[in-house]
């Protein structure tokens, strides 16, 4: 199995998996939505596949592809702990500016 971090390091990738988030889809229409050869999108579909992140249904002679965000939960896990950091910070930012906001008031009065 790929690592998804590597995986979803590609630009290109992460379009795909976005489109996908939205909606399953053929590589026809991942093609003319993201404006990317077929070639392309297919190499980058199989890396996708061979990491887990797509999977693909075979519908007579269409291969719909659609997003299995699963193995996404291991960047999501390590990437708590930033979050945390930046919440604070925004947290503490809000209150900065709720300061300053009551201080202007107490200014115009």
Known sequence: MLDTYAVVAEPSRRRILDRLLRSDSTVTELTEELGLSQPLVSKHLRTLRESGLVRVQVKAQRRIYSLDA????????????????????????ARHLDRTKSLREEDER
């Open 70 to 93: 699963a193995p996404l939960a291991e960047i999501d896990e390590w990437l708590s702990a930033y979050r945390t950091k930046w919440n604070r910070h925004a947290d503490a930012l």
